[in-house]
């Protein structure tokens, strides 16, 4: 009786939350989850794992975890398969896994989790850049909503360009005890990057593929309205191409086999955490609170990463990335702002239009209904000129 009394009594306080406090909470804790993404792919890297088997292994853990709930949870939605649709995902799979997994690795084995973070930001304007040149989305420059747009892919531009382009001096290293860590750490080596600007450009060609992935989905959805069966199968031909890759290019056999129990742990957090349990929350977030909600936390988690990977990784951050790291997330708000401003836009122009309709209704109705009045108080018959 008693566990159940605290049961329930432990539901009924979850329950007394405040859903836009949840929001805020599982967005935080979504920002920590990927930011943990970012050093554990770092460590992989330092530990010597492949930058073709670990992307195979993190999208098997992914396929097998969403596999049953496409399956079971969009049975009734899902369409017929054609051939046009699996030519679609395959080329959903080399845009928005293969490439942008690819990009991402090779650009985070060269610069460091924290710039890896931050040129992420550019996204969002990224894809509204993409979306106006390929004229799915409009850009209206006599309104503030597109002007705000177009400033923020402006600044989100200057900042990969800066990030890109320039390092600068050291603006904060860490302490000495930070850069010899426990010997929990020990294995997660260091955040120092082989070539910086090589390393930049391969995160630029990251996000572009993540953006172009953005935007090409959308018509995709449209016409196979179920959204985790075409992440499931974008998750399928990611695999194949991966498979593909490494069987060319990764001869050595030694590199497919777990070395030790720091191997196996980031891989099992790039598949549960990074594309599991995090691709659900998500999920509910945007349902619940909307795209921009969720895109403006974005910024929290360079935060988190930065922390992060002084910590574990002993990272040090140069001026040329945190000037561009504040152009890109300006860039962000600006752009979201700007996306926002649009919506209230759009809505104020539906009620105007609803209202208008809804007035030409009530001019036809009285007009209809005068016509009517005048027509039945005239007489049936003419009147008689004849005396009776």
């Given at each position: 009786?008693?566990?159940?009394?605290?049961?329930?009594?432990?539901?009924r306080m979850l329950c007394s939350v405040p859903e836009r406090v949840q929001l805020h909470l599982a967005m935080l804790t979504l920002q920590f989850g990927y930011a943990?993404?970012?050093?554990?792919s770092r460590a992989a890297l330092n530990m010597g794992i492949s930058k073709l088997v670990f992307?195979?292994?993190?999208?098997?853990?992914?396929?097998?975890?969403?596999?049953?709930?496409?399956?079971?949870?969009?049975?009734?939605?899902?369409?017929g398969m054609t051939l046009n649709f699996l030519i679609q995902f395959f080329l959903l799979a080399l845009i928005g896994?293969?490439?942008?997994?690819?990009?991402?690795?090779?650009?985070?084995?060269?610069?460091?989790?924290?710039?890896?973070?931050?040129?992420?930001?550019?996204?969002?304007?990224?894809?509204?850049?993409m979306a106006a040149l390929l004229r799915i989305e409009k850009v209206r420059i006599n309104r503030k909503d597109g002007i705000s747009k177009v400033l923020g892919t402006i600044f989100c531009v200057a900042g990969a360009s800066v990030i890109t382009l320039y390092q600068g001096p050291t603006i904060y290293s860490p302490a000495p005890h930070l850069k010899q860590p426990t010997q929990l750490l020990v294995s997660l080596g260091d955040a120092s990057g082989k070539n910086w600007t090589l390393g930049c450009i391969y995160l630029i060609g990251h996000c572009l593929s993540w953006s172009a992935w953005l935007v090409l989905q959308a018509?995709?959805?449209?016409?196979?309205?179920?959204?985790?069966?075409?992440?499931?199968?974008?998750?399928?031909?990611?695999?194949?191409?991966?498979?593909?890759?490494?069987?060319?290019?990764?001869?050595?056999?030694?590199?497919?086999?777990?070395?030790n129990g720091g191997e196996v742990f980031t891989i099992l957090y790039a598949g549960v955490v990074a594309s599991g349990i995090a691709f659900a929350v998500q999920i509910w977030c945007i349902d619940r609170g909307g795209p921009?909600?969720?895109?403006?936390?974005?910024?929290?988690?360079t935060l988190v990463v930065a922390i992060m990977a002084s910590i574990a990784l002993g990272e040090e951050f140069y001026l040329g990335g945190i000037i561009g790291a504040v152009l890109i997330i300006v860039g962000l708000y600006l752009v979201l702002w700007g996306k926002s401003e649009e919506k209230k836009f759009a809505l104020q122009e539906k009620a105007l239009i609803q209202s208008t309709t809804q007035e030409h209704?009530?001019?036809?109705?009285?007009?209809?209904?005068?016509?009517?009045?005048?027509?039945?108080?005239?007489?049936?018959?003419?009147?008689?000129?004849?005396n009776v």
């Open positions: 009786m008693a566990d159940t009394g605290g049961s329930s009594s432990s539901s943990g993404f970012h050093v554990v992307p195979v292994y993190r999208n098997i853990i992914a396929l097998l975890l969403l596999l049953p709930f496409a399956y079971f949870l969009e049975k009734k939605e899902r369409p896994i293969t490439a942008n997994q690819g990009f991402y690795l090779l650009g985070l084995d060269n610069t460091s989790p924290t710039f890896a973070s931050a040129i992420q930001n550019s996204v969002p304007a990224i894809t509204f850049l018509p995709v959805l449209k016409k196979y309205p179920a959204r985790l069966s075409v992440t499931s199968y974008t998750c399928f031909f990611g695999l194949i191409q991966f498979l593909i890759i490494a069987a060319i290019f990764e001869r050595d056999t030694q590199a497919w086999v777990f070395h921009v909600f969720v895109a403006v936390y974005q910024p929290v988690q209704g009530i001019t036809r109705i009285t007009s209809s209904s005068s016509h009517n009045k005048t027509s039945l108080t005239q007489p049936l018959l003419p009147p008689s000129t004849e």
